[in-house]
């Protein structure tokens, strides 16, 4: 064997090595990306189950929906509770670090029920305070799952009642 056929057969070996660890590297790339999003939901999750979540959105949903809220100081805390939370959600959703399908699955319901109990309120404060872009991206999001028709979906209990977990 001479030296040319050497260097071509490296040559050769170096271009599968190098092209072998490019593919690794994308496969790893997109492991990294689906954990993040794993990792988002869970965050998600967790968020959506503490306490103080919980007494806020209880504190805004008991009145009837005829019925106008209270305003007072507990009930402009917990609103703004949750206005704020759905405002990350909106803008971690828009952004992609959570699928916009696993928020729908997980409080789609809640976030156009919330909105349409927090639109006044909030509106009022964009007025008020000069703030056209307060709590934007929880309009934005509510907005994209009412376009999608998320309060007349089937429920999943139903949807899925013959089917075990996945």
Same mark, same amino acid.
């Given at each position: ?8 057969l490296? $040559? ?7 092209l072998? $660890?490019?593919?690794?590297? *994308? ?12 990792s988002?939901? *869970?965050?998600l999750?967790?968020?959506l189950?503490?306490?103080t ?30 206005a ?13 670090? *959570?699928?916009f ?5 997980l409080?789609?319901?809640?976030v *156009? ?6 639109e006044?309120?909030?509106?009022d ?25 998320r309060?007349?979906q ?8 013959n089917?075990?977990?996945?």
């Amino acid at each position: 064997m001479n030296w040319e056929a050497v260097t071509a057969l490296s $040559t050769a070996f170096t271009g599968a090595v190098i092209l072998v $660890t490019a593919m690794v590297g *994308i496969v790893q790339l997109r492991q990294l990306r689906e954990q993040r999003r794993d990792s988002a939901a *869970i965050e998600l999750m967790r968020s959506l189950q503490d306490t103080t979540f919980a007494r806020s959105f209880r504190m805004v949903l008991a009145p009837p929906a005829s019925e106008p809220l209270a305003r007072n100081a507990d009930l402009e805390e917990a609103e703004m509770i949750l206005a704020f939370r759905f405002e990350t959600l909106g803008l971690l959703v828009y952004r992609g670090a *959570i699928s916009f399908d696993v928020m729908e699955e997980l409080v789609g319901g809640a976030v *156009i029920t919330m909105w349409k109990r927090l639109e006044k309120p909030i509106c009022d404060t964009r007025t008020e305070k000069e703030w056209p872009g307060y709590c934007e991206w929880f309009q934005w999001l509510a907005e994209h799952l009412d376009e999608r028709g998320r309060l007349q979906q089937v429920p999943a209990y139903i949807r899925l009642k013959n089917r075990a977990g996945a």
